[in-house]
């Protein structure tokens, strides 16, 4: 038995890093997916192949003793197998559309599809499960994650995440259109994320400060988005990203890219830890040509995105 699942990418439209430290993340699913196809096979094996690679492991062989990229599938196909199928094994192929390490969910819409395509195999269909299964895999490249990643990609749509208050999904979301352009610079979530600790750590009134005015910024956000008010959601964007400048995440080819896009778009910001990655533009719909036409003669790469509602999908 064959079994698919595909997982969109996400933008962050606010709260990335502080959402790390107790603030609310907006977070939207967008149009661009990762597809898993899994099987069961008859050799006690785990295979994992991409285009980054093919490995083969056998399933008894601790995750610590395997150095690869490929940890978060290897757990999903070992607990799996360990719990259900001791003498058999799994084959994940992962098919991606998104740039990886440039803040758009690759790794988080990897892990949801893997653990969709591979939960589907064992007749588990819960969201609550998958969600947890795909969550536990990212936490064996990047511990630290809050998890708001993994359930954007599983929800679809537009969500507003807390850690400890967990998700809520937002309604009647406006209809975004997104502009997503590519500094070229890749980022490792990882270090991002160890470098705001330590700003944090150095400066601990500024954190603090950063995050209430995050707290608040959000709360108005959630408002505009449900007032359908696209020109103050884009300014508060920009009010966002002067946060994120203040704790260190933004970069020189960041800065650039929002000085090319300031006058022909709503409002601008890093999506994800920043260190490069990616901008995310709330696009101005009578100037979007205008818009892309600069990006280009600029030499960076830009793609339009809009919401996607559908999340996790299996077939
Ligand atoms: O992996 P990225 O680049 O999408 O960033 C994740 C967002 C952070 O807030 C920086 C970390 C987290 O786990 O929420």
């Known amino acids: 038995m064959i079994s698919k699942a595909s997982a969109p990418g996400k933008v962050i439209l606010f709260g990335e890093h502080f959402v790390v430290y107790g603030t609310s993340a907006v977070l939207g699913a967008i149009d661009i997916r990762v597809t898993a196809n899994s099987e069961i096979i008859n050799e006690n094996k785990i295979i994992i192949e991409s285009d980054f690679g093919k490995i083969s492991v056998h399933p008894k062989k601790p995750l610590n003793q395997v150095k690869t990229s490929f940890k978060p599938f290897l757990h999903i196909a070992k607990k799996m197998l360990v719990e259900s199928k001791p003498n058999e094994g799994i084959k994940i192929k992962i098919e991606s559309k998104i740039p990886p390490g440039v803040g758009l969910g690759s790794s988080s819409a990897c892990c949801v599809a893997a653990a969709g395509a591979v939960s589907k195999l064992f007749s588990i269909h819960s969201k609550h499960d998958i969600l947890n299964l795909a969550i536990e895999a990212e936490k064996t490249i990047f511990n630290e994650t809050s998890g708001a990643d993994n359930t954007i990609c599983m929800y679809g749509g537009l969500i507003e995440y807390n850690t400890k208050k967990g998700f809520r999904k937002i309604d009647n979301t406006p209809d975004m259109q997104l502009l997503v352009i590519n500094s070229g610079q890749i980022h490792s979530t990882k270090k991002i994320v160890k470098n705001v600790r330590t700003f944090r750590e150095r400066n601990p009134q500024i954190f603090q400060k950063l995050t209430r005015m995050e707290s608040r910024l959000i709360k108005k956000a959630l408002q505009a988005i449900k007032e359908n008010d696209l020109v103050t959601l884009g300014r508060y964007m ?78």
């Open 238 to 315: 920009v009010e966002n990203q002067s946060y994120l400048e203040k704790i260190g995440v933004s970069t020189d080819r960041i800065r650039s890219i929002l000085q090319i896009i300031n006058n022909t778009t709503l409002g601008a910001k890093i999506t994800g830890a920043g260190g490069g990655g990616c901008v995310i533009a709330l696009a101005d719909s009578s100037k979007i040509k205008q818009a892309v036409r600069q990006i280009k003669e600029n030499d960076y790469d830009c793609f339009s995105a809009k919401i996607d509602f559908k999340g996790l999908d299996t077939f």
